[in-house]
Every structure is written in C-alpha cells, then in structure tokens.
C-alpha cells in the first residue's frame, strides 16, 4: 500500500512568517495525527483527526497553529506567525480504524530564521 | 496526562553484544506499548508492540518485556548488526478510545564494529 505522504520535505522561513504543510495519509484511514519533534526529542502530539472531526488539540498552540482535514482525507498544518522555537520535523501520521500502530510519514523539516 | 521517561539517551555497544532500552509511564489505565526505530532523516517506523495482556513478546532478535506493576517496559536488541543503529522511542498509550501515543525522549543507539 501506498504511505503517508507529505509535503514540502523541507521548509526555511524568516520568524513572523506563515507556512502550511501537507499530509495525505493511507487510503482508509480514518484516524490522522500531526505530531512535532523537535531535534534531540521525542514526537509530540499536536492535533488529531478521526475522520473530519478534532478528537484532540489540547497540545496545539491555538493562537499561531490551525489545522484542517476536508473530506476527512487530506490535512493541513498551518503556522501564523512562525516563531524561533517552531523550528522542528512535523510529522504526520495514519491509523486504521481497529488497528494499534501508526505508520508516520517522511515529515517536514521546518527552519525558522 | 500520559508521561513516558526513556533511559539511556545515548547507548554504545560491540557490534554481537545485546542492548537494553527502558521506559516507564505514568498512567496506569495505558495498556498499549510500542517502539519505534528512526534511521537519521527517515521517518519513525514500527518495530515491535506489546499489550498490557502479555508480559513478553519476541520478534527474531527483539523482544519487549512489560512489567505493568512497575509500570516499565523494555527493548532487547540481542547479536546487534550495524544496521541497529539508529535512535528508538518508546511510546504508550490506551488502546479504547482515541489511541493517542505519548512518546519518550528517544535513545540513540551505535553499534561499534
């Protein structure tokens, strides 16, 4: 089966910015999640999808994060205004419903300058 | 919420040698515990997932080991090969509901030849 795709691979902005990411996840999956990892760290949850619907965005800094999923497909990610400390790998990710694991995407590599 | 500790940060052994990774959690509700291996620049991919109804899981040279009274659970890489290097995280979770994984800091393992 086909992966999770994303788009750009690697993202550099000026602070202050805005830039937007993109997620296609596996076909059929209706649980999508769009993590943050910061070099040197472990993935951090930041949003999640089930279908169209938000199951959670209590980690979203919701005064410069927004994220959408149309259709209950694809997703995007947007940033607005960019900051120093957003510099990091977005990463997203798919599940099947009634399956365990998650299968991440390549991610973005974002640099804020 | 959900807290994973992941030790060591950093672990170096003889290529043939074994390495060990442990993590503990928090909340005692979590039954679901994966690991995830991320080679540098590549996305984070599954290796091996135990739940909390079993103590041991084996997978040719890896195993995971659950002790949900302690609430720790452990990564045996045993004859280790060049190719095991690479950084792993633990992860942890329920598996009702929303399925959101809480991740570890990660361990970067070398493998010396």
């Known amino acids: 089966e086909a992966g999770v795709a994303q788009s750009p691979r690697y993202k550099i902005i000026e602070k202050r910015q805005s830039v937007a990411f993109w997620c296609n996840p596996i076909s059929g999956h209706a649980t999508l999640y769009w993590y943050q990892q910061i070099l040197g760290q472990g993935p951090k949850l930041l949003i999640q999808f089930q279908n169209n619907g938000v199951v959670d965005d209590s980690q979203l800094p919701k005064d410069r994060f927004s994220a959408e999923r149309l259709k209950g497909v694809d997703s995007t990610l947007k940033i607005q205004p960019a900051k120093l400390e957003d510099s990091a790998v977005y990463l997203c990710?798919?599940?099947?419903?009634?399956?365990?694991?998650?299968?991440f995407g390549s991610g973005t590599r974002l640099t804020v300058v | 919420g959900e807290n994973v500790e992941q030790h060591p940060s950093t672990l170096s052994v003889q290529e043939g040698d074994s390495a060990v990774i442990k993590c503990t959690y928090s909340?005692?509700?979590?039954?679901?515990f994966p690991w995830y291996k991320q080679e540098l620049g590549k996305r984070p991919q599954l290796i091996i997932d135990i739940r909390s109804n079993v103590g041991e899981k084996k997978d040719q040279r890896i195993a995971v080991t659950l002790n949900k009274t302690a609430k720790h659970f452990s990564l045996h890489i045993t004859e280790t090969q060049p190719e095991d290097s690479a950084v792993y995280f633990c992860?942890?979770?329920?598996?009702?509901?929303?399925?959101?994984?809480?991740f570890g800091q990660g361990t970067r393992l070398t493998i010396n030849p």
């Open positions: 990710a798919s599940r099947q419903t009634g399956r365990y694991g998650y299968t």
């Open positions: 992860a942890a979770s329920l598996i009702q509901g929303a399925q959101k994984l809480v």
């Open positions: 909340d005692s509700a979590s039954n679901y």
